[in-house]
């Protein structure tokens, strides 16, 4: 069974720069995407980017389209989010995920396309 183990977070002010690592447990994580999903408060998940497979193209939400970078690692088994000028809006538990099929040609921003998830990261961002 997959595991995705996410690290890093936190809290930090307006501004300022956050990172969560998410490294997968076993064989096929150099075959699939890897995207980054989020939660706020009373709100529903929703999409954050997402990486390709050999990490040549990305994709991001418009709400943090040039503040977050996403890129990934695979020797290492592991995808990153780096969150730079972070706002009180961006304040929410933070989600890795990776895609149910290997070698898919389109990044995908919808859940059911991602089959194994992380256990959840919070990021909380002070005004």
């Known amino acids: 069974q997959v595991q995705l183990l996410q690290s890093g977070g936190g809290s930090v002010q307006a501004g300022g720069s956050l990172s969560i690592s998410c490294e997968h447990s076993?064989?096929?994580?150099?075959?699939?995407?890897a995207g980054w999903f989020r939660q706020a408060p009373g709100k529903e998940r929703e999409f954050v980017g997402a990486?390709?497979?050999?990490?040549?193209?990305?994709v991001y939400a418009n709400s943090v389209q040039g503040r977050f970078a996403i890129s990934r690692d695979n020797a290492k088994h592991t995808a990153y989010l780096q969150m730079n000028s972070l706002k009180p809006e961006d304040t929410a538990v933070y989600y890795c995920?990776?895609?149910?099929?290997?070698?898919?040609?389109?990044?995908?921003?919808?859940?059911?396309?991602?089959?194994?998830w992380g256990q959840g990261t919070q990021v909380t961002v002070s005004s």
């Open positions: 076993g064989s096929t994580f150099s075959s699939v995407a």
């Open positions: 995920a990776t895609d149910s099929r290997a070698y898919r040609a389109v990044l995908m921003s919808a859940e059911n396309y991602y089959n194994y």
């Open positions: 990486v390709s497979w050999n990490g040549a193209n990305t």
